[in-house]
């Protein structure tokens, strides 16, 4: 990473922004975006050839993506469920038989924090090369306070080690961990009387998560742990109807939740109460791609309802281990039927508004924090039409050019 600033980046081909104003998608052409105290500060249709200035050379300009739902404190792969899935095992039949999320939380707790630390700051800086250049983190391989508060801890850490912004979140409810899988009443009672308090007092993580889901934590269950959350000072997220329709997204709009994620089996019911609510719909289609899943989540019915749409990767070592927001991007245009000026909002501006940071990230503006990607393309709409290589030119953070 540079640890000059630069000015602006200059002779730009096509950018293209959320405009806060406007309440609109803006597409613009040519000229230098300035750039202050690391921050965006006005547009001009002049270019420069100042060396303090980046040189786009004419091609695309975005502001950094923004991958808001991701699973990087993780100890080891889980390859050997991807290839039992290709013989037909489902995700559920794994997990039962002690896969899943239960297999990568024995292998995190052997781990020591300092290893663990290394390999998040691998995986942020794989993000970050594609274009990724703020990103929300969650715990949840520990389900135990102890490493919890590990995994916690060594999100922050590998944080300060890259220029990539992370945003923590605490998903001690991911699973009911081996030990109280018939004492479950004890483990939530541990989550709202332990965990959660532990984590706001030294401060680990903004928000709180659970998996509300049929088999994993009930709507009922689900509530009593975030509203002790919310009791901390911690801003709330929900792994909503991704199996099936359990009442998640109703739930989360009740709550204010910032978003309720996946919603591959979201109701009518539950679309229209996020469409009378703020809760943002993050959608996840590099989960279904990887599952070999034909269920995608209706965007077209939560676009054309109103509700805010964002993508995000959900990189995570059982359901999609991509980093790709690009791809992601790619994901969206084809199956869930958005087209590339949508798909490019949900992953800047919605994504910034799923995690409560839209009033300062993910627009080219005066005023918000100056990440932007020159990518080696012509025009937004070839951003999802390339998939499966890099097009990332030139990443800049905080006016600080990476790469």
């Not at 993780?74 to 899943?100: N, P």
């Not at 077209?300 to 791809?327: E, I, W």
Request: with cysteine; net charge negative.
């Amino acid at each position: 990473m540079s640890n000059t600033s630069i000015k602006g980046i200059t002779n730009i081909g096509q950018w293209v922004t959320w405009n806060p104003e406007k309440q609109a998608m803006e597409v613009g052409n040519g000229g230098t975006w300035l750039m202050e105290n690391g921050l965006f500060s006005e547009y001009t249709p002049k270019s420069f050839m100042d060396h303090e200035f980046l040189n786009a050379h004419g091609q695309l300009m975005t502001p950094g993506l923004i991958d808001s739902h991701t699973h990087p404190a993780f100890a080891t792969t889980r390859e050997l469920e991807f290839e039992m899935r290709s013989q037909g095992k489902t995700y559920q039949e794994i997990a039962e038989a002690g896969g899943g999320i239960r297999n990568s939380v024995r292998k995190l707790r052997e781990i020591s924090e300092f290893e663990l630390v290394d390999l998040i700051e691998t995986r942020l800086n794989l993000m970050l090369k594609h274009g990724t250049t703020t990103a929300e983190c969650k715990s949840g391989y520990g389900l135990s306070t102890e490493a919890e508060l590990k995994s916690l801890r060594a999100i922050r850490t590998a944080s300060q080690r890259t220029p990539l912004q992370t945003f923590s979140t605490l998903l001690g409810a991911h699973e009911v961990p081996d030990e109280y899988r018939d004492d479950r009443n004890t483990y939530i009672d541990i989550i709202v009387n332990d965990m959660i308090p532990a984590v706001s007092g030294q401060k680990l993580a903004a928000y709180c998560d659970v998996f509300c889901e049929e088999g994993v934590y009930t709507t009922q269950e689900t509530e009593k742990i975030l509203l002790a959350a919310r009791e901390h000072g911690m801003q709330l997220k929900f792994h909503a109807d991704e199996f099936v329709s359990s009442g998640g997204a109703e739930l989360a709009a009740r709550m204010g939740a910032l978003s309720a994620d996946h919603l591959m089996a979201i109701s009518a019911t539950g679309i229209t109460a996020l469409a009378e609510s703020d809760t943002v719909a993050t959608l996840l289609p590099g989960t279904t791609f990887f599952l070999g899943s034909n269920t995608w989540a209706p965007a077209r019915k939560l676009l054309d309802a109103g509700v805010t749409v964002a993508l995000a990767t959900d990189f995570n070592p059982g359901s999609n281990m991509s980093l790709s927001m690009p791809f992601i991007l790619t994901l969206a245009v084809i199956y869930l039927h958005m087209t590339p000026l949508e798909a490019l909002q949900a992953a800047t501006s919605g994504a910034a508004k799923s995690m409560g940071i839209e009033k300062n990230t993910g627009s080219i503006s005066p005023g918000f924090k100056a990440d932007a990607v020159v990518w080696q393309v012509d025009n937004y709409r070839q951003l999802p039409y390339f998939y499966g290589s890099n097009q990332v030119h030139q990443i800049v953070v905080g006016a600080e050019p990476i790469l």
